[in-house]
């Protein structure tokens, strides 16, 4: 625990006291404290915020679509299934 400690110190000397703050936030609510952890959100974090996910629509998508598995299972008017 104490190297851990001695290693946030050392990024706060490099990055500043709120970035390493921010970054042993997100460790924290990660559960990630394994060995680079903080050294990787630091990077990450650098690199700004995530763009949001793009969503494509289903008009060009090469999937058949499940409409096909609408009477899967269900009774014909002959009684038959």
Same mark, same amino acid.
């Given at each position: ?13 490099l990055?500043g &006291?709120?970035a390493?703050? +921010?970054a042993? *936030?997100? $460790? !924290?609510?990660?559960? /990630?404290?394994? #060995?680079?952890?903080?050294? &990787?959100?630091?990077?990450? +974090?650098?690199? *700004?915020? $995530? !763009?949001?996910?793009? /969503?494509?629509? #289903?008009?060009h ?9 609408? *009477?899967?299972? !269900? ?7």
């Amino acid at each position: 625990m104490r190297s851990k400690m001695a290693e946030a110190v050392a990024f706060a000397k490099l990055h500043g &006291a709120a970035a390493v703050d +921010q970054a042993l *936030g997100t $460790a !924290a609510l990660a559960g /990630r404290f394994a #060995d680079a952890d903080l050294a &990787a959100i630091l990077t990450h +974090q650098q690199h *700004g915020p $995530a !763009a949001a996910p793009i /969503r494509v629509s #289903d008009t060009h998508s090469l999937q058949p679509g499940t409409a096909g598995w609408a *009477g899967f299972g !269900a009774v014909s008017p002959d009684g038959d299934k």
